[in-house]
Every structure is written in C-alpha cells, then in structure tokens.
C-alpha cells in the first residue's frame, strides 16, 4: 500500500498517488488545484506512540506552478473492489480537463 496524499473534490475525499506521497491534504476548488500548509504540535501522552501530532495551524495554498495529471480514486464499498476513479489534467494549477473514469469492479 505504502504513503500516499489525499485529494477532496466535491463532496468526497480521494487518496492519489501522484503527487509526492507524504500524506498531504489536497483540494480541486474552484477549477484550482490547492494544497494545505499547516503546522502541528507534538502532544505527548501514554499510547504506545508517546503522542499524537495536533493541528496548529492550516492554510491552503494554490498550486500555480504545477502542471501534470493527478489520478485519484476512492474505495465505495466494504469488500474494497469497487472503485471510484477520476484524472485532473493541469496547467499553471487550474484544472483543464476532468476525466471520470467511473466505477472498476476488481473481481
């Protein structure tokens, strides 16, 4: 499975993998591409962790200078087989085209 970033478009969360996979939170509003810049605090406690990080501070950022493709799907049932995917193309941070890949059944 390994590290990947999430994408919110509408009214849904999508994970991706085609941005740098550090667990970054993205969004397509507005036909732009945007991503959140934010700042976390250590709170230490007894868990098996030590601790948790706790959001300080956020604040989205558009993401003029990239232009690609980003793919991004999301599971839409319990058995994980069925997927919802989409690919955003890009130029200078807004949103060209959308291309609806639809529903996959991986049975």
Not at 18 to 24: A, D
Not at 29 to 54: C, M, P, T
Request: contains cysteine; hydrophobic residues 30%; charged residues 30%.
């Amino acid at each position: 499975m390994g590290m990947f970033d999430y994408v919110n478009y509408g009214e849904h969360s999508y994970q991706t993998k085609s941005m740098h996979n550090e667990m970054c939170q993205y969004k397509i509003e507005d036909g732009v591409l945007w991503k959140e810049q934010a700042l976390y605090d250590w709170i230490e406690n007894d868990s098996r962790f030590g601790g948790y990080l706790e959001k300080k501070s956020a604040e989205w950022i558009p993401q003029y200078q990239f232009s690609g493709e980003i793919y991004f799907y999301r599971n839409t049932d319990k058995t994980y087989k069925v997927w919802e995917e989409h690919t955003a193309f890009f130029i200078s941070g807004k949103i060209v085209k959308l291309v609806n890949e639809g529903y996959k059944n991986e049975e």
